[in-house]
């Protein structure tokens, strides 16, 4: 299989980013010096975006004969532009969350590597480009996730990740293997005509979806998050939180709009609709009980991706004729749209407990009254969390939940709505706890030196009203890639 | 334009303020609020009252993608609501001037709050709507939780849980009912609504009345209420008491009565029943209370069941009647609000057994207090009797025995606030009056200033109740003639018949349109 000729331009900015991962790499090992490493690697995400932006990738990548290994389509484009934009994000806290002795290069190339799988995690056309773009994503997170590895917990925390990681590839690589034992086709499009819900389909699918539902902390799939979250250290729980939900998501869509296509997708449609369910419920009533706040917006994770998923179940069941082409599209940025904005909102909140060193719910007591400013910030973010209007976050919703409504989920959106105001009440108390509860006693000063990440938290919060009073640019785009999923 | 100046001028004074240095943040926080203020003129001066359609329309694409847009519009209802709440504004930040912790953020808070609730009585939209009515959210909390009395946290998370709780139910019927008519211009929800099968509607007026039960409150989601009163500041009870019970009420104009008048109809009577057991229950309750504040707390819920009848008696007396004592209400609960607020900045402390007898040491405050109490007792003269009068006799066409047990309640309302007058002003003097005579110091001029323009309306309402009926002549009308069903299904209905829409049809269906104003 000689792939070299057969490379179009489309790969580039995928390219780019993994040609400039290893020039990271060499450039880190021979100066070990941290910030050119990092420096090279946020010149390398905005070229890569730029490329992108500039040059939108098309057509697709294929072995010498045979079927698309990789599609690009407007829809991949935009999930990897707005991937990137994440990373970038993530960037300077990844700089400003190790001390100077574990803030080495790899950091950078890390990020770049995991970048470049969840870039090409969206434009998978084939089980295998699917499967291997997954563990692109998912190594350097694995490794990001023990960084610390002078800390029992960040070494649990990335070992726990790793075997249960490689637990759900396991079984996704067997449901794989089920699924090409029914069809005989790896590829999405020849999967699309074939796919028929026979017993050995739908087995094979449930055990490809179980997989992805790990990667997005779907309850039942969920166990590792809380104590994954709490054990890596800040910066890449916020990698965690942004990156591999937003690529993973845009992946569901391609796969519901494409392999799944048929009856098979309203079988899927239901089993996500149960896991969604169960993940808002879950979700939101732990959270309430955390006093640990890494742990706290672990189960915030787990569910706001149920929020996330409601609309991805409209999307499961819909016909692919001209009269649902819009509900596609509304339905897929809906939840596009809801977990970019959930994305930046963790990336600010995680930004924020690196920023003032806080660990525990009580730390923030009396936040208000000590640093206003990040307590402002803070309450923006978490105010947005709990879907208040006018923030980015109730816009999130209310473009998820409407078009959800609209395809005839409205029992579940009711429960949406439902758990969203369980889920409101922790963000409300962290609130209370930090402008409302005076200071008991005294405690050790918030670290002082670290400067620049209350400007990214801040960066966050505006970020979230903007996205919220303004929400129709990125709408449109988002609207706009929905119409064009392959 | 005009409308928009009124939500956004306050909200951006609140972040002027906000940055603003400290000794000049009161000083612009009024500047704001009485410019507000001053752009009532206008609007009042341009409202044509002969007519039931809405008024000084602005549209502007806001999330074309799902067909929502910024678009404001008023009729007499929403007019009457919205002066009394910049009639309110510029007096509560003159009542806090003094108050110990006033600083920056609480008066943003106030002004933010003022431009968020302008936006809830103009917007057209009902995602434009839910925005207003949910971030009006935001400012009371933080007003209630930091600002607030000993149990301020506590009362602040129940106000926000319940009043959110309410409200999601009314997003879900909202998307639903928008989805369905393919355009969220809620005004022009009513034939799709009407078309819906009996069994749906009265789902979603269930849930819109989910939202707007909470806020009115109607029994017996009222017990975040007396909590949220007791602990907010002043200014906090006088804008919550005069303003926010009325979205609820006004949510229930806007959306339960014009869309759908079958369930309407058929839950009438029990809402009736509720609204009868808020006015004794809650006036009985009253009657019992130590604290002041409680006191006069409950007999806002008291006075919001009497609303509640008035407006689901379905006749134009009881809606003329409900809409009355809305803005009464506003006026009166405002004023005993700021008269113990007055009170407790000299005293601090509202329990009945540690006042008295300030009928000699305050003269002037004793005065102000009898003519709102008078009012609040809806003697006759006064504007609040015209209110009640016209609330029960409206109810009484619709439900004679609820009204009858209504009217009870309205004696145990002149009972308790004779006993709220009494514990105050003529009872012997308590020794803890006694102890702090000093600083019982009658009215100065800013807090004259403050009443003066309440007490005004009290007169002027009881003799000219027209003024404010004049207003809400039509659209009231309007809201009694109801189509039973289209004799056409409109364009909306044909592509949300049943079937889920396609998704662009409903961005078509929406054009932006460029602003326009009549």
């Known amino acids: ?486 | 334009m005009l409308l928009s100046s009124l939500i956004l001028l306050p909200i951006t004074t609140a972040l002027l303020v906000l940055l603003a240095p400290r000794g000049l943040a009161k000083q612009l926080a009024l500047l704001g609020a009485l410019g507000t203020l001053a752009l009532c003129g206008p609007l009042y001066m341009g409202f044509h009252p002969n007519t039931a359609g809405l008024q000084f329309t602005e549209s502007y694409s806001w999330l074309p993608s799902l067909g929502v847009n910024f678009t404001l519009g008023i009729d007499g209802i929403a007019l009457a609501l919205l002066l009394l709440n910049n009639l309110l504004t510029p007096l509560v930040v003159l009542a806090s001037w003094k108050e110990a912790r006033n600083t920056p953020a609480f008066m943003a808070c106030l002004l933010g709050l003022a431009g968020l609730v302008n936006g809830v009585f103009a917007a057209t939209d009902f995602i434009l709507f839910y925005v207003f009515f949910e971030a009006s959210l935001i400012p009371l909390y933080l007003l209630i939780g930091l600002w607030g009395g000993k149990e301020r946290v506590y009362a602040a998370l129940k106000f926000f849980l319940y009043t959110f709780a309410g409200s999601v139910l009314m997003l879900v019927a909202g998307l639903y009912l928008g989805t369905q008519a393919g355009t969220f211009d809620f005004t022009q929800w009513g034939p799709t609504a009407q078309a819906l099968p009996l069994g749906m509607q009265v789902v979603l007026f269930l849930a819109f009345l989910a939202a707007f039960a909470v806020k009115i409150p109607m029994w017996p989601v009222h017990t975040w209420l007396p909590d949220a009163h007791v602990q907010a500041p002043t200014a906090g009870s006088v804008i919550l008491a005069g303003v926010l019970l009325k979205l609820g009420a006004y949510g229930l104009l806007r959306f339960n009565l014009p869309l759908f008048p079958e369930a309407v109809t058929l839950l009438a009577p029990y809402l009736m029943w509720a609204g009868a057991i808020a006015v004794v229950y809650a006036a009985l309750v009253a009657w019992v209370q130590t604290d002041v504040k409680k006191l006069i707390a409950y007999s806002s819920v008291s006075h919001m069941g009497l609303v509640t009848m008035g407006l689901f008696s379905d006749t134009e007396t009881g809606l003329h009647g409900a809409l009355l004592i809305m803005v009464n209400h506003g006026i009166v609960s405002a004023g005993l609000f700021l008269v113990i607020g007055i009170m407790y900045e000299r005293l601090h402390t509202r329990e009945m057994k540690n006042l008295g007898g300030l009928a000699a040491l305050m003269p002037g405050y004793a005065f102000a207090l009898v003519v709102l109490m008078l009012a609040a007792v809806a003697l006759p003269g006064t504007n609040g009797f015209v209110g009640e009068f016209l609330g029960l006799a409206g109810s009484f066409a619709a439900a004679p025995w609820a009204t009858a047990l209504a009217t009870t309640g309205v004696v145990f309302g002149a009972v308790y606030m004779l006993v709220f007058t009494r514990s105050l002003l003529f009872q012997a003097p308590s020794r803890f009056v006694m102890e702090h005579k000093a600083a019982c110091t009658d009215m100065n001029p800013r807090e004259w200033l403050v009443l003066l323009p309440l007490l005004l309306f009290i007169p002027l309402l009881g003799i000219k109740p027209h003024l404010a009926m004049d207003l809400w002549r039509a659209p009231v009308a309007a809201l009694l003639v109801q189509p039973v069903a289209a004799p056409e299904a409109p364009a909306g209905l044909e592509i949300g018949a049943g079937t889920p829409i396609n998704h662009q049809s409903v961005s078509a269906s929406t054009p932006t349109v460029s602003p326009t104003q009549p």
């Open chain 1, 1 to 486: 299989m000689n792939l070299a000729p057969m490379i179009p331009a489309a790969l580039d900015p995928a390219i780019l980013l993994a040609l400039g991962a290893l020039a990271t790499l060499m450039v880190g090992s021979f100066t070990r010096q941290a910030w050119v490493a990092f420096l090279l690697a946020s010149q390398i995400l905005l070229a890569a975006g730029m490329m992108l932006l500039l040059t939108p990738a098309t057509g697709g990548v294929a072995f010498e004969v045979g079927p698309l290994l990789l599609a690009f389509s407007p829809f991949s484009n935009t999930a990897a532009v707005l991937l990137i934009g994440l990373s970038l994000l993530v960037l300077p806290l990844l700089w400003h969350g190790f001390t100077p002795e574990r803030r080495r290069p790899e950091l950078a190339v890390l990020l770049l590597l995991a970048t470049t799988g969840a870039v090409l995690l969206p434009a998978a056309n084939h089980l295998l480009a699917f499967y291997v773009a997954l563990e692109l994503l998912s190594f350097p997170l694995y490794i990001l996730c023990a960084w610390n590895r002078d800390d029992a917990k960040s070494s649990e925390a990335g070992l726990k990740y790793f075997v249960l990681g490689s637990l759900a590839s396991g079984l996704m690589l067997f449901g794989m293997s089920l699924l090409y034992a029914a069809t005989g086709a790896l590829d999405f499009s020849t999967l699309a005509t074939l796919a028929q819900p026979t017993p050995l389909f739908l087995v094979g699918m449930a055990l490809m979806l179980s997989g992805v539902a790990f990667k997005l902390s779907l309850v039942p799939f969920h166990f590792y998050t809380p104590d994954v979250y709490e054990g890596a250290p800040t910066p890449v729980t916020a990698l965690l939180a942004a990156l591999p939900k937003l690529a993973v998501a845009a992946l569901l869509v391609r796969l519901l709009v494409g392999p799944l296509h048929g009856p098979a997708t309203l079988v899927a449609g239901q089993g996500l609709a149960v896991l969604a369910a169960a993940s808002m419920v879950v979700g939101a009533t732990l959270a309430i009980v955390q006093g640990n706040l890494k742990r706290l917006l672990a189960f915030s994770t787990i569910a706001n991706v149920g929020f996330a998923v409601v609309p991805l179940v409209a999307l499961a069941g819909l016909p692919h004729d001209a009269n649902h082409l819009g509900l596609i599209a509304a339905t897929s940025s809906g939840a596009m749209f809801y977990l970019v904005v959930y994305g930046v909102t963790s990336i600010g909140l995680f930004a924020a407990l690196q920023y003032g060193g806080f660990g525990q719910v009580n730390d923030l007591k009396g936040l208000a009254k000590r640093q206003p400013m990040l307590a402002t910030a803070l309450g923006v973010l978490l105010f947005s969390l709990a879907g208040i209007p006018p923030l980015a976050g109730f816009m999130g919703k209310l473009l998820a939940f409407t078009p959800a409504v609209q395809a005839g989920w409205g029992l579940l959106v009711l429960l949406g709505v439902v758990m969203s105001v369980v889920a409101s009440a922790y963000s409300l108390w962290l609130v209370k706890v930090m402008v409302f509860d005076e200071e008991r006693g005294t405690r050790n000063q918030e670290r002082g030196q670290q400067n620049y990440l209350g400007w990214l938290v801040g960066f966050c919060a505006l970020l979230v009203v903007v996205l919220g009073l303004f929400p129709a640019p990125l709408h449109t785009l988002l609207l706009a890639a929905g119409t064009a999923i392959y």
